[in-house]
Nanobody, 124 residues
Framework: QVQPVESGGGLVQTGGSLRLSCVASGGTFNSDFVGWFRQAPGKEREFVAGMRWTGDFNYYADSVKGRFTISRDAATVHLQMNSLKPEDTAVYYC???????????????????WGQGTQVTVSS
C-alpha cells in the first residue's frame, strides 16, 4: 500500500520560507495527480496545491497563489512555501488518490492515501 511520507516542516518567522517534501513509502504514486492539504486547529482540512505527475498541470488555492510552488523531482513531490504568514500555520499533508485515478479534485474526499502530516508554524 502506498503511504505518503512528508518532511520539511518547522518553525519560521513571518516572511520566511520552508520546503516540504513527500515521497511514497511502499511504492510509487500510481495516480495522475498528487496534492497538498493543510489543517489548522479547529478548522477543516483544506486544499493547498495539486499537480499532475507529468508536471504539465498545477493548481493552487487562492490563499497561497503566488507564494507556494508545487513541483516534482523524480519520485519526490515538493511544496516550496515563500512569504509565509501566521495564517499558514497548520499541519500539512501530502495526499494521493486511488491507484489508476486520472481525475483531479480539490476535495479531500477524493484522496485515498494520506501522509502523517508535518507541522508548519509561522510566528508573527
Amino acid at each position: 500500500q502506498v503511504q505518503p511520507v512528508e518532511s520539511g516542516g518547522g518553525l519560521v518567522q513571518t516572511g520566511g520560507s520552508l520546503r516540504l517534501s513527500c515521497v511514497a513509502s511502499g511504492g510509487t504514486f500510481n495516480s495522475d495527480f498528487v496534492g497538498w492539504f493543510r489543517q489548522a486547529p479547529g478548522k477543516e482540512r483544506e486544499f493547498v496545491a495539486g499537480m499532475r505527475w507529468t508536471g504539465d498541470f498545477n493548481y493552487y488555492a487562492d490563499s497561497v497563489k503566488g507564494r507556494f510552488t508545487i513541483s516534482r523531482d523524480a519520485a519526490t513531490v515538493h511544496l516550496q512555501m515563500n512569504s509565509l504568514k501566521p495564517e499558514d500555520t497548520a499541519v500539512y499533508y501530502c495526499a494521493a488518490p486511488s491507484s489508476g485515478a486520472v481525475g483531479f479534485s480539490i476535495s479531500a474526499h477524493y484522496y485515498k492515501y494520506w501522509g502523517q502530516g508535518t507541522q508548519v508554524t509561522v510566528s508573527s
